[in-house]
């Protein structure tokens, strides 16, 4: 007996074998339903159809609407899911009708199989289930799959109101600082802004919470933070019982640029931050003063935190954090957190201090290769490794600020950074040493190599960058000066990013203010222009300019204009055109890094699937 034809028609459908996926890998396929398999073809006009694939339906798991808000890099915006044998096949529909009406028919045709309990309603992406944060692809789902309903015939139950279901008063109410996956049964996950009540913090390091599923389980007591009743004894900026004259004394005395504290304000439930700065005043001249500011609340009811200028945040801690790396609005970001009892905050770069010094008669010095903005680079040897050694020049850098960071630099590890191994203080002025890096910087090797720079080279090194990037990123670290002559090329072609995090040391303040002659103004993003607003998603928008750079060779962005002009075409919405070597879909992927709103633009994790795959036995050589 023929199978009869249930349904046919055409939908894109999303490779599956490939390691990465790029809008190429999305393809317009037709796709026939009948009463054994489900059959996609590639259709192309005057050819005969190619068959494409062919799934069984006995073979079927699963068939279920995918809820995401990713952006989606193809036509057709409406998600489903096909989970057969253990492959997740993800199909989208040009509109929201047709999906429901291929999941409503798969599902009748395959609601007798050996069907799964539990689905994932969001997508696999980037190593992990975007919906339960599970790391392994064929871990249980995290929703109960419903054979006969259909999402959008049977609404699904009504998410609590975690106003009304979770703001009892006398329960201690937490929100998620970030994203946690559960390491052990007994832990739950978290997801970043989600709030949970907090039901056992007897244990300092892993608390017990409840979500709004009725689920309790361990989490990181770090990861959280109280929303209100505050308890913020656990950080080091936090002092109870200090009054304003008593905190400004304190931070005289610490006299630390950016040495502050969070305190209680006279009125109860308010919190003030106090700031000590040697900033020039409006008169010009050094004032070492202590500045207050009240942490606001908006009146909407929902509690949402700012300081200065209204950047919003779920809670007290998450402000404090954004505003230890960045100023906006404060006359100073908040570097030190100082406290009654232990002063300036013991440094733990100086406890360990062992693990990144570099014993100077280890280091030998050879010629020069080249010089920065901290001053000469030289080549050297320091443990049988060829290094290079950058000789900070007096008064270029905040040595000490550096030094705070350096243990947490020296832990970034990844192939596509240029490795810090340490740092020798013993010289005054100090040296960097780090991985030596024989081509030289990006931006003269395109240069040096114009015209004979292939496509699979070129997209080599966005694809190299990209997973430097996405390292960073995932280390919640901020390059914040990410551009060409910030990345360096090795004895194999490889590049690899450098300098990251570098320009919160640097002293000249023509590098540092957004006015400043020296400020990269073309490869940042409104928001950092507008107000010094850094993240992983303006180093996103970097990382654009940068592909442009590789696509024109070594060519400067805005050649011929001035900073203010560039700013000025930005706010009008114009970018930079496509490059002549760069192929249409790259061009797609500078564009969506230069998306006006940060949130629009892709993270390195999505961008770096969105690449085309490496070529294979790609070795970085010039071909
Ligand atoms: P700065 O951070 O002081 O601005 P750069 O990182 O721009 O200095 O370095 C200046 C130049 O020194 C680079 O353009 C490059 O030629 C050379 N250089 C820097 N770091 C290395 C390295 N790790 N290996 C080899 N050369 C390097």
Known sequence: MFPRVIMKGTMIKKSQQKRRTSPCNYKERFFVLDTQDLKYSERRPGKKPTLKGCIVLSRIKCVE??????????????????????????????????????????????????????????????????????????????????????????????????????????????????????????????????????????????????????????????????????????FEWYNKDITRGQAEELLMREGKEGGFMVRDSRHAGVYTVSVFTKAPGSNGEKNPRVKHYQIRETETGEAAFYLAEKYLFNTIPELIHYHQHNAAGLITRLRHPVSQDRGCSQDPAKLCKDQWEVDPEELSLGQEVGSGQFGLVLEGRWRESKVAVKMVREGAMSEEEFIEEARIMTRLSHCKLVQLYGVCTQHSPMYLVFEFMENGCLSDYLRARRGRLSQDVMLGMCLDVSEGMAYLESSNFIHRDLAARNCLVSKNNEVKVSDFGMTRFVLDDQYTSSLGSKFPVKWSAPEVIKYCKFSSKSDVWSFGVLMWEVYNEGRLPYEHRSNAEVVESLNAGLRLLKPRLAPQPIYLLMEWCWKEKPDDRPSFALLLHGLPVRPVNQDNSLC
């Open 65 to 234: 609407i995918v809820c995401s808000d990713v952006p989606i890099p193809c036509s057709y915006k409406y998600p489903f899911q096909v989970f057969h044998d253990s492959h997740y096949l993800y199909i989208f529909a040009p509109d929201n009708d047709c999906r429901q009406r291929w999941v409503r028919a798969l599902k009748e045709e395959t609601k007798y199989n050996n069907l799964v309990v539990k689905y994932h309603p969001n997508f696999w992406m980037d190593g992990r289930w975007k919906c339960c944060h599970q790391t392994e692809k064929l871990a249980t789902g995290c929703q109960e799959y419903d054979p006969m309903g259909c999402a959008s015939k049977k609404p699904l139950p009504e998410i609590p109101d975690p106003q009304t279901e979770l703001h009892d008063p006398g329960q201690r109410v937490v929100v998620a600082l970030q994203d946690y996956t559960p390491l052990g049964d007994k832990d739950l996950p978290l997801q970043k802004d989600q709030e949970y009540i907090l039901t056992d913090a007897s244990h300092s390091d892993w608390w017990i919470i409840l979500d709004n599923r009725g689920n309790t389980g361990f989490v990181p007591s770090t990861y959280v933070a109280e929303k209100s009743g505050a308890n913020f004894d656990r």
